[in-house]
Nanobody, 120 residues
Framework: QVQLVESGGGLVQAGGSLRLSCAAS????????LGWYRQAPGKQREFVAH???????NYADSVKGRFTISTDNAVNTVFLQMNSLKPEDTAVYYC??????????????WGQGTQVTVSS
């Protein structure tokens, strides 16, 4: 079982920056990815960025060059540095961990979400 707790959301003006954090407790037998999704009002949840178990970083096209995902394995935390924020980045941001149990069953864990609001 894994618990994910996000923090760092808030209100920022367009062009500003925010840094989201996600503290993970517990463990997954095989962790495939650790990352971020977001959901804007009236829209489906969408992928933002993740980091794979071998350190590869992937980003949605809409955030490439503006957002950076990183981890601090010493404290089991994943970060999302968001720069040059745009009003269309406004959403609830969710931390996600995906992997396999020791019985090779797929598991998918989510945090409770943190609100990011970008004003124009």
């Amino acid at each position: 079982q894994v618990q994910l707790v996000e923090s760092g959301g808030g209100l920022v003006q367009a062009g500003g920056s925010l840094r989201l954090s996600c503290a993970a407790s517990g463990s997954i037998f095989i962790r495939n990815t650790l990352g971020w999704y977001r959901q804007a009002p009236g829209k489906q949840r969408e992928f933002v960025a993740h980091i794979t178990s071998d350190g590869k970083r992937n980003y949605a096209d809409s955030v490439k060059g503006r957002f950076t995902i990183s981890t601090d394995n010493a404290v089991n935390t994943v970060f999302l540095q968001m720069n040059s924020l745009k009003p269309e980045d406004t959403a609830v941001y969710y931390c996600n961990a995906e992997g396999l149990t020791n019985k090779l069953v797929s598991v998918d864990y989510w945090g409770q979400g943190t609100q990011v609001t970008v004003s124009s």
